[in-house]
């Protein structure tokens, strides 16, 4: 299990540490990600990460792709590699490319990815566990992530919803979220993204294999609708849920600057950009999600 002790390691590693609210989000400065880290500090950014559902690691300028993907290997290296392989750095597939990017006459990045509240990757069977982001390129205007802590969330609960919605299960649709987040792709597309990933069932309330405690599972706003209720019910459900977690008191809204490298735990948590001006601005963010490697329980 994951214990608080990971910020006593990191004083003594030299890192700096600043909470970004009181129960989401943490800043660490005082590393450079372009350069190899040892297994000590690894260890303590994976139990930040987990207990604080998010960490921000400001002043990456210089981080390239390469040296951006080494960093996110050190964790793992199960990772996503997407059917939309047009919008991946063209070095390195597991690299995904988010933004309005233009590239020799053509689109580049997917602008619409992120534009809805979700957690990656809960269409698989084994989801995201943990995703990376860097800010390559940058509007001159707001441009947010927002991240919502679901083991916080859920233990808000009042004791009867608690009781509610413990056991419950959700259907998760890869060719649903995907009709939303790639309009433009014909209808086949999404029928080949429907064989690619089918359907699957997670449960509601999922403890978190790290910390032991529960939290909520919602999957996400576009493709994800709860199991065993009416029509009505689920959805009613589903929207009283998502508000309660998307609270102020719950959620870190992270406003973007250059060089930016956010690392999130996916496993009880959701998150969502905010739109920009995409006609009079570019904007640039090297995504990598890290699969987990056993199914949500």
């Not at 102020?248 to 009880?268: I, L």
Request: hydrophobic share 40%; aromatic share 8%.
């Amino acid at each position: 299990m994951i214990t608080d002790d990971w910020r006593s390691r990191a004083a003594a590693q030299g890192l700096e540490l600043r909470d970004l609210s009181r129960l989401t989000g943490s800043e660490i400065t005082g590393l450079d990600l372009s350069t190899p880290l040892d297994a000590a500090t690894i260890e303590i950014l994976r139990a930040a990460c987990v207990e604080r559902i998010v960490l921000a690691f400001p002043g990456q300028e210089r981080l390239s792709a390469s040296a951006y993907l080494a960093f996110t290997r050190q964790f793992g290296t199960n990772f996503d590699l997407h059917s939309q392989r047009q919008f991946c750095h063209p070095d390195f597939h597991e690299i995904f490319v988010v933004g309005n990017v233009v590239e020799g006459g053509r689109a580049a990045g997917a602008p619409k990815v992120g534009l809805n509240w979700h957690t990656d990757h809960y269409h698989l069977e084994r989801p995201g566990r943990f995703t990376w982001l860097h800010a390559v390129d940058l509007p001159p205007v707001s441009s947010a992530t927002r991240y919502a802590n679901g083991i916080a969330a859920y233990a808000a609960l009042p004791a009867t919803l608690r009781a509610r919605i413990d056991g419950l299960q959700v259907m998760h649709s890869r060719a649903r979220m995907f009709v939303h987040a790639f309009p433009d792709a014909p209808a086949s597309q999404v029928e080949a993204e429907r064989r690619m990933a089918p359907d699957v069932v997670h449960p509601l309330v999922r403890l978190h294999p790290d910390l032991g405690q529960p939290g909520l599972y919602l999957g996400g706003e576009w493709g994800s609708y709860i199991m065993g209720l009416t029509e009505a019910e689920a959805d009613a459900l589903f929207k009283q849920l998502l508000a309660h977690m998307i609270e102020s008191r719950f959620v870190y809204a992270h406003e973007w600057k250059p060089g930016d490298v956010m690392m999130a735990d996916n496993r009880c948590s959701l998150h969502r950009a905010t739109e920009w001006d995409e006609t009079r601005y570019r904007r640039r963010l090297h995504r990598i999600i890290l699969l987990d490697d056993k199914r949500p329980s």
